[in-house]
């Protein structure tokens, strides 16, 4: 007699037309959940932007630009951490991250930001910070990737 396994997330092999390696997203969702899927959204911080949902709950948001000129981090609320994927800025908080990465012959750094759900800051994102670390240390090179930006 078997037993009945529930369904693993399972999750998306790009987000926002950017490719992420599932070892980056997978600590972001849950273990068991079943459908993941993507979704576009409006936003004013960025012209891309993407929740991502697990059975139609939503878990975490990721969003770029092509271009962020003159972009520097809010004083006093992301802890910078060296990124060690790129050349370019990383900062942390405790539900969401941002970063620029470096783009060379002049063109404007790339930015890209993830913000986890509120709901999940007691249970799944307790203690977030490395997920987020690791998961902009491979987000930004499929950024730049994306954007043809060599860094």
């Known amino acids: 007699m078997s037993g009945c396994a ?8 790009e987000i926002c037309d950017v490719e992420i390696p599932a070892s980056a997203v997978t600590p972001l969702l849950p273990r ?5 899927t993507t979704e576009r959204f409006k936003s004013i911080v ?6 991502v949902y697990v059975e139609d709950k939503f878990y975490f948001s ?12 809010p004083p006093n609320n992301y802890s910078r ?19 620029t990465a470096n783009c060379s012959g002049g063109k404007p ?9 509120l709901d999940e800051s ?14 902009m240390n491979a987000y930004m090179p499929a950024l730049q990737k994306h954007y043809d930006c060599k860094g």
């Not at 529930?6 to 092999?13: E, I, M, Q, V, Y």
């Open 6 to 13: 529930a369904d693993k997330s399972k999750p998306p092999r």
């Open 32 to 36: 068991e959940g079943g459908k993941v």
């Open 46 to 51: 960025a012209p891309n932007a993407c929740s």
């Open 62 to 73: 990721v969003l770029h630009d092509p271009e962020r000129p003159n972009f520097s981090f």
């Open 81 to 99: 951490a060296q990124p060690s994927t790129f050349k370019g800025k990383l900062g942390l908080d405790s539900l969401d991250a941002m970063a």
């Open 109 to 117: 750094p790339v930015f890209a930001k993830i913000i986890l759900s």
């Open 122 to 135: 007691e249970g799944l994102y307790s203690n977030s910070r490395d997920d987020l670390e690791k998961f």
